[in-house]
């Protein structure tokens, strides 16, 4: 693909949708709690005094994941149960302006290890909206899916775009300051790349450091949302940076727009490797289509390509298949999802078509289809 391809397909996936899919959002008269908000704010509202000055409020906070995937390709198959994600741990506000919020992540199917790791475990100064301080291990968005919470994703799991240029382990040690003031979002960071282990890394690698700013061109163009981000991601390099890839630097830009009947997503990512590690260049792009306030039809389309052999990895089920990597590779999904409480109780199935070539031809060539249905539980 020219330089010329990518930027006609860079325009259209970020700018054509918003002209095309903006419709007016109709005005909806407040509805009292369901009985899925009532048993949620039981579950996991443990304490709420606002009287107290030392601690307000404590709540329970986790997700439980569960899948069934089956996947055929040429090249192998594999079909089974698994538990994708389960964490939690307390969300708790002190002192009116600070939050402490510490989860880890466990894996029920196996008892070495049952405690995987520690995702969140930091302190957020948060008496202004503009500015708020976040110090500790904490999520480090960037690419359109690497910015959503999994609890939020929209196909059942995020696309190989995100695999292969995002952080993945998603959770780094660092200090960020983030901050909204309509319209403009933004966020600056700095973490630790160090050796990775199961809490807060060794701190002997380097450290990158992450800017992100976006626009919401709702009110402009008539609809609920149409978000427009651009994120610039530096890592110095180092041989015991483990906790990322190998990246020096990123780029993406990325749209979100959001509409009572219809939404799309986008992104368009490229990066610069450092240590042998060569360059990707990746889009996606992403229709939704709300047929109703519960059900939502998804589909998806994901290009990358490296600039060397052996660059790019297959998806988490797609891997078990095939553990190959390869340099150019193309993928289609159509999913449903049905929301029985909005993001914290949904029923999700998506059909993924996607090939992978290997110019190296030493096993990381893939042509498949991979059916993965599960239940998002969130709170």
Known sequence: MDRFARGVLAAAFILLPAIAWAQGDPKRAPES?????????????????????????????????????AVEADEGSHSGW????????????????YLVHAEVELNPEEHDPFYVRMTDAYVAWQKHAKAVITVGKQSVPFTQEGATSSKELVTIDRSNLANNIWFTQEYMPGVSL???????TYRAGVYSSGAMNREFGKFNGDAFTLALVGYDFGSKLKVREATLTADYLYQHPDVNNTFTKRWEQVVSI???????????????????????????????????????????????????ESDGINELSLATYENKAVSGKGDRYNEGYV????????????????????????????????????????????W
């Open 33 to 69: 709690p369901s009985t899925y908000d009532k048993i949620w704010t039981t579950f996991t509202d443990w304490y709420d005094d606002k009287g107290n000055p030392v601690i307000q409020r404590i709540l329970f906070t986790g997700r439980f994941q569960e899948d069934y995937v």
């Open 82 to 97: 698994n538990v994708r994600r389960l964490r939690l741990g307390p969300r708790i506000t002190m002192f009116r302006d």
């Open 178 to 184: 983030s901050g909204r003031a309509a319209p403009w």
């Open 254 to 304: 990325h749209f979100k727009l959001e509409q009572p009947r219809w939404g799309f997503r986008s992104d368009v990512s490229k990066t610069k490797g450092y240590l042998g590690q060569r360059d990707v260049f990746g889009v996606m792009a992403m229709p939704i289509f709300n047929a109703t306030d519960k059900l939502q039809f998804v589909t998806r389309y994901t290009y990358l």
């Open 335 to 378: 999913g449903a999802n049905y929301y029985f409480c909005g993001h914290r109780l949904k029923l999700q199935t998506g059909v993924q078509f996607a090939d992978m070539q290997d110019r190296a031809n030493d096993g990381g060539a893939y042509s498949g289809t991979s059916w993965t249905t599960g239940l998002r539980i969130g």
